[in-house]
């Protein structure tokens, strides 16, 4: 597994540094972005939450029930599903709280997977993976005023306005985190930090969690899921056949449709990401 971090570290730096010189020099137009972000959900994003379908069995063990593999998947994906209905009517009643929740889950699980991709002692951990999670969130904010609208397009509200006009905070910011994520000594880490934060700064919102979410957070998730999955080849099947059928549907709503309705699209994207972040989380706390 240390050999595979390896080797998928080298390959998503080497891609997040030409993606994110060959966008910024592209300047997508807005729509162009939620374009982007919509297909590479359908290819990367969408199918992997199915690696839940690994971990349920030992998510509904360390929940106290028993049985066989199959009766803990069950139980596990009723629960799951549950849960995310439950988060999904708790959005749509109270979507400012429901946003709130998303943010802090999403800071935990990205923070606290990246600092086990990279073999942080468990204090090292509690420390750096909930700054590294809070880092990507803040920056993205201080750095672009847009954002702002993008969480009131999220939430329905007029609440949320840009903190700064400007890059200057943000790059501030981002140098300290860079600095404390010294303290680690795991240089990998530290060039891999000073990688997002150079491309949450140059690129706008939508693409830098666009690459963050498909070349580092997600393949890091597979690797991780792989290890409960006795036949990897069959799963793999499942998961580039979810993908194959995502793609057509969301390429399909991304090119033909209206802008306004590809707008709606992307709420609708990200409702049903944080319902599937919020059963993740729960579900597989020990997991990061």
Partial sequence: MELINKQHYMLAF????ALTAGLYAAAPTQEQQIILLLLFAGLIGIPHGLTDWWLLPNASKR???SGSVAKLRAIGVAIYLLLMACFLMFWLVFPVAGLAIFLCLSMWHFGMQDARAHG???VQKMIHGPLRGASLIFIIYLAHPQTSEYFNLLTQSNMFTPIVANHNEAIWLALLYI??????MRWRYVCESALLMTMLI???P?????LYFCIWHTPRHYMH???YSCNHRGQIVKIMFFSVCAIFLLGY???VVSFEAKMQHMVVFFQLLAALTFSHVVLNRSEG
């Fill in 206 to 210: 939508l693409l830098s969690f666009t």
């Fill in 14 to 17: 080497l891609l997040s540094v």
């Fill in 120 to 122: 942080l002692s468990d």
């Fill in 63 to 65: 929940m106290g029930f």
């Fill in 225 to 227: 899921a792989l290890q």
């Fill in 202 to 204: 140059m690129l706008p």
């Fill in 253 to 255: 709503l991304s090119i």
């Fill in 179 to 184: 600095l404390v994520s010294v303290s680690t």
